[in-house]
């Protein structure tokens, strides 16, 4: 029997997108399509949502949603059923999804995503007349308060839930004085309910409340179990142990393949890695780079998660070692400035693009030699991934799902031909060096630079295992609840 599914999560590409969480809610729909689960997703009414979203239905309206009025809009996006929360006084604004254009976080996200839980969990449990659905799935802490509302629901309007953390550094914390506003009983404000510390957990209650916790990768599922990678929140993981799987997220083949990306100068597959030489080309003309390599790209947020300062450090001896960088991102002001400064400082050898650009990191992984992920804590990463499937070889560090997705390029497997990157260590200025100069010994042997390169592109990455996985997981909640 088809499993109906509300998916909800504050983006989801190619709507709209700030990381990995969006990659993910958009591919999920069509990746568990293929398991007879029928997913629609609920997204804020974001301008840019709102303007991709056409000709749609109202199918519902709160007259006030948390105080605020909203409609419901239904439409088609990509062949996949959408579902948009309009609510101008919340999300018809200029910015980005949870803060404005300088980084600041919109001061009243606490009532914009309790409202879009509220509606959620108000569609999930049957609110809108022709729209049913079996279970909920929560993406992160903006999706946070769903499975709460959920079990405070009165019996018949609830579904069971799943909530998955693509990150435990964002919780989504705010002070008590909000929860008054967000019509839960007073028996939610406890430690098994949505207080946290004195204040209210978005993500701690969807732990708290979900029929299952997934996230994005088997190593970061264990991760979090500690003091290190828990954030505060392991104590919770534990408690709910038997009820935490990691799933690892799939790329999204129709987005992501260099034999048919129209991003790419010349497309190319692992029979044709010769074709990747006009790629390089043309990055070299695109970053004001010399010709001559192995090119290392980085294609991130600039942010401490991601080892950008540790990366900073590094960019000379890099340099020194005959390598070149190119590198999109934005992030903190000071690794931007730092970042640029490193650009200036070696014309033609490191090429730097502050901000966010679709287009050209498809063409960074498909003409990039290598992609650098120095991450601190990685719960899966999809870069990496990306340049699996580019033959652009990953080398990252050796923590959350780049542990499971890249397999170190040591004397064994190079030998069995399994390997297809590079892991690193600890984070640190050494082990990022020793990182990159392995690798450029690396790249020079040309024979087992593309064995390397074709074992990362045969690697399985879709979404085929992985949304058998979440399907499997919504038949078990089922048959449990
Ligand atoms: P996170 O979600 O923690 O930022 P992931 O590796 O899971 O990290 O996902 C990041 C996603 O965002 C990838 O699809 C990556 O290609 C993309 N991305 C990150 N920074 C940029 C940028 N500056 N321009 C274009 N795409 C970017």
């Known amino acids: 029997m088809t499993i109906r599914v509300l998916s909800i999560a504050s983006e989801a590409a190619p709507l709209v997108k700030t990381g990995g969480l969006a990659d993910v809610a958009g591919a999920l729909p069509n990746a568990v399509a293929a398991h007879d689960v029928a997913m629609t997703t609920l997204l804020p009414g974001y301008p840019a949502v709102l303007a991709r979203l056409g000709d749609a239905a109202q199918v519902h309206v709160w007259p006030s949603l948390l105080g605020e009025g909203a409609r419901l809009l239904a439409g088609m996006v990509g062949g996949q059923p959408l579902l948009v929360l309009d609510a101008p006084a919340l999300f018809a604004r200029d910015g980005g999804p949870y803060g404005d254009g300088n980084g600041r976080d919109w001061p009243d996200n606490g009532l914009r995503f309790a409202a879009f839980a509220r509606a959620a969990a108000d569609v999930a449990g049957g609110a809108v007349r022709g729209l049913r659905f079996d279970l909920a799935h929560a993406h992160d802490w903006q999706a ?117 990306d129209p991003a790419l100068a010349s497309r190319f597959s692992a029979r044709s890695l010769n074709r990747r030489a006009a790629n390089r080309a043309a990055l070299n003309a695109e970053f004001a780079l010399d010709d001559g390599g192995p090119l290392f790209v980085v294609i991130s947020r600039l942010t401490w998660q991601k080892g950008m300062d540790v990366l900073l450090s590094a960019i000379d001896h890099l340099v020194g070692c005959g390598a070149q960088l190119a590198l999109l991102g934005s992030g903190d002001k000071a690794l931007e400035a730092g970042f640029a400064a490193a650009a200036a ?99 020079a042997d040309h024979a087992a630079w593309t064995a390397i390169q074709r074992a990362g592109m045969k690697a399985d990455f879709s979404w085929g295992r992985s949304g058998k996985a979440y399907a499997d997981l919504y038949g078990q909640v089922l048959e449990a609840a």
């Open 345 to 443: 400082r070696h014309r033609g050898r490191v090429g730097v693009r502050i901000g966010y650009d679709e287009a050209a990191s498809h063409r960074m992984q498909g003409g990039g030699d290598a992609i650098l992920v120095p991450s601190r804590f990685e719960p899966c990463g999809l870069t990496q991934l990306y340049g699996l499937a580019y033959g652009c070889v990953p080398v990252v560090a050796r923590t959350g799902g780049l542990v499971d997705t890249v397999i170190d390029a040591n004397l064994a497997s190079l030998a069995a031909g399994a390997a297809t990157g590079v892991q690193f260590n600890a984070v640190t200025y050494g082990a990022l060096t020793d990182a990159i100069e392995r690798t450029v010994a690396l790249f």
């Open 144 to 260: 946070g308060l769903v499975p709460a509302y959920l079990r405070y629901a009165p019996a018949g309007k609830s579904v069971p839930s799943v909530m998955t953390i693509h990150n435990m550094a964002f919780q989504g914390f705010f002070p008590a004085a909000l929860f008054p506003l967000l019509g839960l009983p007073d028996a939610a404000w406890s430690i098994s309910g949505v207080e946290y510390h004195g204040g209210v957990g978005y993500l701690k209650a969807g732990l708290e409340a979900a029929s299952a916790i997934t996230t994005v990768s088997p190593t970061y599922a264990r991760e979090i179990r500690s003091g290190e990678f828990g954030m505060g929140l392991e104590g919770l993981i534990r408690a709910r142990d038997g009820h935490v799987r990691g799933i690892v997220n799939g790329i999204d083949t129709r987005e992501w393949n260099p034999a048919t």
